[in-house]
């Protein structure tokens, strides 16, 4: 059972344009939602998240939105530059459920920025 | 600086045979888990511990062992019963239960190749 999904295996946009990401969870107990960023060879780095408290949250070119009724998130990027191609994982956590701070990843989006 | 380690970087196992993957972690986090990522299926979860002498299966624990001796390290043993072991295995480590799960970093993979 997936309870996190990135229904987009890849996306490609041109260099300056936007790029949004989406991911979608099915598990109502999921309180808060994170962005990580991977490239090849390498372990994922924290990018942005989001507590399920706020719809809206923003880090310089990166901005996450959540709609919790829809069960899902985005993530825009503006302006997407070369250096942002790498796969993005969205990921969804329980802060006060019994399992810690275990995540729970979706498949990955695969961003190609191109020049 | 503050990191985790994860070695080898890669890994060949012949058939049959069990490996270890070391994970050592000196960011005084007392939360690690194991990960697996397989092309199309994002970050699967392994194993995680949350304290020193404790661990719990994750969604695909089958052919795997942990350890959990000493709060900086977590090994990883892939056994000859692990049907396709071929895989990208990442560690990770966190702050505690509670914390805020921004804090979870990972170390930079182990190719495993069964040959």
């Known amino acids: 059972d997936q309870q996190v999904k990135q229904n987009s295996p890849s996306l490609s946009v041109q260099e300056g344009r936007i790029s949004i990401l989406n991911c979608d969870y099915t598990?109502?107990?999921?309180?808060?939602f994170l962005w990580y960023k991977k490239y090849p060879a390498e372990g994922p780095t924290f990018l942005i998240s989001i507590s399920s408290i706020k719809d809206k949250n923003e880090d310089g070119r990166f901005t996450v939105f959540l709609n919790k009724s829809a069960k899902h998130l985005s993530l825009h990027i503006v302006p997407s530059q070369p250096g942002d191609s790498a796969v993005y994982f969205c990921a969804a956590s329980r802060l006060g459920g019994t399992s810690g701070s275990r995540l729970t990843f979706g498949e990955g989006t695969q961003l190609t920025v191109n020049p | 600086d503050g990191g985790i380690t994860q070695s080898p970087k890669y890994l060949f196992r012949k058939e049959g045979q069990n490996v270890t993957l070391s994970c050592e972690q000196n960011l005084n986090h007392d939360a690690m888990y194991w990960y697996r990522q397989d092309p199309g299926q994002g970050l699967r979860l392994i194993y995680y511990?949350?304290?020193?002498?404790?661990?719990q299966k994750g969604d695909i624990a089958e052919g795997y062992s942990v350890s959990r001796e000493k709060k900086e390290s977590f090994p990883l043993t892939v056994t000859s019963a692990q049907k396709n072991p071929t895989a990208f295995y990442l560690c990770?480590?966190?702050?505690?239960?509670?914390?805020?799960?921004?804090?979870?970093?990972f170390g930079s993979g182990t190719r495993l190749t069964v040959v």
């Open positions: 990770a480590s966190s702050p505690r239960q509670g914390a805020r799960v921004d804090g979870y970093t």
């Open positions: 598990n109502s107990m999921f309180d808060y």
């Open positions: 511990s949350q304290i020193v002498n404790d661990f």
